[in-house]
């Protein structure tokens, strides 16, 4: 059995990244990122600009929020384990951080992606539900590669790059681009021609991974994707 990951120690470079990002990302999300993402990433006293933030702080904030915790990978995991750890009420996060030449772009996702884009939505009880049962039907559908594709364009159009309604107006809310400075922007300047969600449009939509984000969908509130997501796993069985 191989022994837990745990999280290295920074010096000061990696500090200082972590800080600039932080800083710079949370100043551009004021008026673009949805409240419900920015009121929990304000309320995670442990996930701040000073230093980057301890895996084991941040799981702690979440189990008393809603329960769940997160798991320290290497990096990117197969499908199935990701299903399998989500239906377990844990998110796992990498813990290297990009080279300060990396701030505007980074192929392979690091801990500020991981932490800073996905973990402050989880201390809300709706989202945290809909991750949950996520990756139970994740588990349940092992197997079924149609429907496991279906899945990830789920989540990649609205747990990565999602924007949900608020006040009448759409606001930014996937970690895709509550991380990245440039992906941000482009999708806000998209705002005016978003797609409106239905389960239907999302699975049917392909996504690449390589280059930014031409496709983005408005959802109205949480509750309507579990909806969703719920009626299309019955209607497989």
Aim: with cysteine; hydrophobic share 40%; charged share 20%.
């Amino acid at each position: 059995m191989n022994a837990p990951l745990i999280q290295p120690v920074y010096n000061k470079i990696q500090h200082g990244t972590w800080s600039t990002l932080y800083r710079r990302q949370r100043e551009n999300l004021e008026d673009k990122g949805a409240r419900l993402y920015l009121d929990a990433l304000d309320r995670m006293e442990v996930l701040t600009e000073a230093a980057i933030p301890r895996v084991d702080g941040m799981s702690a904030a979440l189990q008393d929020a809603t329960g769940w915790e997160l798991v320290i990978v290497p990096g990117l995991i197969p499908v199935n384990d990701f299903f399998e750890l989500l239906a377990q009420r844990q998110f796992c996060t990498s813990t290297w951080v990009r080279r300060p030449d990396q701030l505007d772009y980074l192929e392979e996702p690091d801990m500020f992606h991981d932490t800073f884009g996905h973990v402050p939505p989880l201390m809300d009880p709706e989202f945290a539900l809909f991750m949950q049962r996520f990756g139970e039907i994740g588990v349940a559908l092992q197997g079924n590669d149609k429907a496991v594709l279906a899945l990830q364009r789920l989540y990649w159009f609205f747990v990565e790059f999602g924007f949900v309604e608020e006040g009448g107006m759409p606001r930014a809310f996937g970690a895709g681009i509550m991380s990245s400075f440039g992906e941000t922007n482009h999708a806000w300047a998209q705002r005016s021609d978003l797609r409106k969600f239905t389960l239907e449009g999302v699975m049917s939509t392909p996504f690449t991974t390589t280059e930014i984000q031409s496709t983005y969908f408005l959802v109205q509130d949480i509750p309507e994707v579990i909806r969703e997501m719920e009626a299309w796993h019955q209607g497989l069985q």
